[in-house]
């Protein structure tokens, strides 16, 4: 299925709004920087990939909003930036594109008028997302022969196109899995409390034609128990240096669920999700979102009046619960101090047994 959760048209982003999902496909269209930092924040679009390109895309059209004088123009495209990156904070590949649309702008030709650096920031927000989708059919192709033929393949949270420019990162590795001649079956963690497993992995799979099954959160310790399990794939919104790896809250409790099961747990990124500034997990912000996403179903009130809430999004697994890293360089394992990821990952084509 081709899905296009982010592109640009004319001077708009266009966003396929999420939240709608299953019941409507509804696409947005937003025309300067801090409307699209409102829909990120507001997870219009969300996925560690996807919010980067949208922010990419949305530096690109609000570009055409800023002055002519390149020194007020350079102002307010910072300006712009930093409301961009301030949307959510756990993701790096937000900030990762951010930096590179101001790198473009900073590295302002001699040559080149406002108009000349408006269409070519636009051309790197296209190459943001065209990029993207490369490394994610490439993320595919390494993980892909790592799921054994007949396995079933358990993931949490969406890492699907929705959550991409396009094809995935774990569902990626699922899609490469099949186009491998891999015959496989997915259950899918509905992913409390924003449903994100539910309304979106489910929608995507199903569509694709995968034997698709939708499962509690809790249920996922039972079925590994059962031998019902054959892998994990997750995808990840930050990966420190070492290899510890946030990812949508609940994914640490599948880790060493998978550990005391012996099931291989993989997590699929692009490189832009890599945070190599940092040494480890402890250093990567999570963010709490409004507690109406636990005390309520959608308008409906289903906890007391007056109830705390914790809400994190994302939570961090260790290096050690991680049986492998998959880039669009290859499949990164770590040695005994954790994951080294400027070394030559193994990108052997070798068949899963």
């Known amino acids: 299925m081709a899905i296009k959760p982010v592109s640009m048209k004319g001077h708009r982003v266009v966003l396929l709004d999420q939240r709608l999902l299953p019941?409507?496909?509804?696409?947005?269209?937003?025309?300067?920087?801090?409307?699209?930092?409102?829909?990120?924040?507001?997870?219009?679009?969300?996925?560690?990939?996807?919010?980067?390109?949208?922010?990419?895309?949305?530096?690109?059209?609000?570009?055409?909003?800023?002055?002519?004088?390149?020194?007020d123009f350079l102002k307010e495209l910072h300006k712009v930036a930093d409301i961009l990156v301030a949307s959510r904070p756990?993701?790096?590949?937000?900030?990762?594109?951010?930096?590179?649309?101001?790198?473009?702008?900073?590295?302002?030709p001699s040559d080149y008028t406002a108009e000349s650096m408006r269409k070519r920031l636009y051309r790197e927000a296209e190459a943001i997302l065209d990029e993207d989708i490369a490394m994610n059919r490439a993320i595919g192709t390494h993980g892909g022969v790592l799921i054994p033929d007949g396995a079933t393949v358990m993931t949490h949270c969406n890492a699907?196109?929705?959550?991409?420019g396009g094809f995935g990162t774990a569902l990626g590795v699922i899609r490469g899995a099949r186009e491998a001649g891999r015959s496989i079956k997915v259950i899918s963690c509905e992913t409390r409390p924003y449903l994100q497993g539910a309304r979106l992995t489910v929608w995507e799979l199903v569509h694709?034609?995968?034997?698709?099954?939708?499962?509690?959160?809790?249920?996922?310790?039972?079925?590994?128990?059962?031998?019902?399990?054959?892998?994990?794939?997750?995808?990840?919104?930050?990966?420190?240096?070492?290899?510890?790896?946030?990812?949508?809250?609940?994914?640490?409790?599948?880790a060493v669920l998978a550990k005391r099961h012996n099931i291989p747990f993989y997590v699929a990124a692009p490189s832009s999700t890599l945070?190599?500034?940092?040494?480890?997990?402890?250093?990567?912000?999570?963010?709490?979102?409004?507690?109406?996403?636990?005390?309520?179903?959608g308008s409906h009130r289903i906890a007391a009046d007056g109830v705390k809430v914790i809400n994190p999004s994302f939570d961090v697994t260790p290096w050690q619960l991680i049986t492998a890293i998959i880039t669009e360089k290859g499949v990164h394992r770590p040695d005994d101090d954790g994951y080294h990821f400027l070394e030559n990952p193994d990108t052997s084509t070798k068949t899963a047994s």
């Not at 059209?61 to 002519?68: A, E, F, G, K, Q």
């Not at 699907?160 to 991409?164: D, F, N, P, Q, S």
């Open 23 to 71: 019941a409507s496909e509804t696409y947005l269209k937003f025309n300067d920087g801090p409307a699209v930092a409102k829909a990120i924040k507001d997870m219009v679009v969300r996925g560690a990939p996807a919010i980067g390109i949208a922010a990419a895309m949305g530096l690109a059209v609000h570009s055409s909003l800023c002055p002519d004088n390149k020194e």
């Open 90 to 108: 756990t993701a790096v590949n937000l900030k990762w594109a951010v930096d590179r649309m101001l790198q473009v702008a900073e590295n302002w």
């Open 160 to 164: 699907g196109a929705l959550a991409t």
């Open 208 to 254: 694709d034609g995968f034997d698709t099954t939708l499962i509690t959160d809790n249920a996922a310790g039972h079925l590994m128990a059962n031998g019902v399990i054959d892998a994990i794939v997750v995808g990840a919104d930050r990966i420190a240096a070492n290899g510890d790896t946030a990812n949508k809250i609940g994914t640490y409790t599948h």
């Open 275 to 297: 945070d190599l500034s940092i040494e480890d997990g402890s250093k990567i912000p999570i963010e709490q979102r409004m507690s109406e996403e636990v005390t309520h179903y």
